[in-house]
């Protein structure tokens, strides 16, 4: 398997949402002392770059396989019940999270027409965040479950999965 890509569309993504997040709160702060009038949209904006940014480094987190996990139970089992044990987890996850993209694409459908309050976009938006972090979530375990299911792949080996 090749090596980890050290770089990703949904980290590089965050990255420059957070440089324009960063960007955003300096004119907030600069906006509230004598130099100048802040804009009004700027606490929105805040918070929506916020919401995108944090939901695609979730995203981020699923492709390097950064997350929380307790895996001494995991490790105590021969490795072809811990390889069955992986695979029956993922497939769990994976119908999870597509039902988090049925849901997220809902929301986006029955909020497309509700305008934000500072920002000339509608609140849809702000919630297909949740719909696309899904979907690249979903892309992310797909291709892990896809390696799992390869000839002679060592499933416990997470720099093989990471390189997805």
């Known amino acids: 398997m090749s090596a980890a890509r050290k770089y990703s569309p949904e980290g590089i993504a965050?990255?420059?949402?957070?440089?324009?997040?960063f960007i955003t709160v300096l004119i907030q702060i600069f906006?509230?002392?004598p130099l100048f009038a802040g804009p009004v949209w700027t606490e929105e904006l805040a918070r929506w770059l916020w919401v995108w940014m944090g939901f695609l480094a979730i995203g981020e987190a699923e492709?390097?396989?950064s997350q929380l996990k307790m895996g001494f139970l995991a490790d105590a089992l021969p490795k072809a019940a811990r390889r069955w044990l992986f695979i029956v987890i993922d497939?769990?996850?994976f119908g999870i999270m597509a039902h988090l993209v049925l849901?997220?694409?809902?929301?986006?459908l029955r909020t497309a027409h509700n305008e934000a309050v500072t920002l000339p976009?509608?609140?849809a938006v702000l919630y297909a965040s949740a719909f696309?972090?899904?979907l690249l979530i979903l892309y992310r375990?797909?291709?892990?479950?896809?390696?799992?299911?390869?000839p002679g792949a060592d499933i416990h080996d997470s720099k093989a999965e990471s390189a997805l």
């Open 14 to 21: 965050a990255s420059v949402l957070f440089i324009l997040l």
């Open 31 to 33: 906006g509230r002392t």
């Open 63 to 65: 492709r390097t396989d």
């Open 91 to 93: 497939l769990v996850y």
């Open 103 to 108: 849901i997220g694409w809902r929301t986006i």
């Open 121 to 123: 976009v509608p609140d």
């Open 132 to 134: 696309v972090a899904a």
């Open 141 to 150: 375990i797909a291709r892990r479950l896809m390696a799992r299911f390869a």
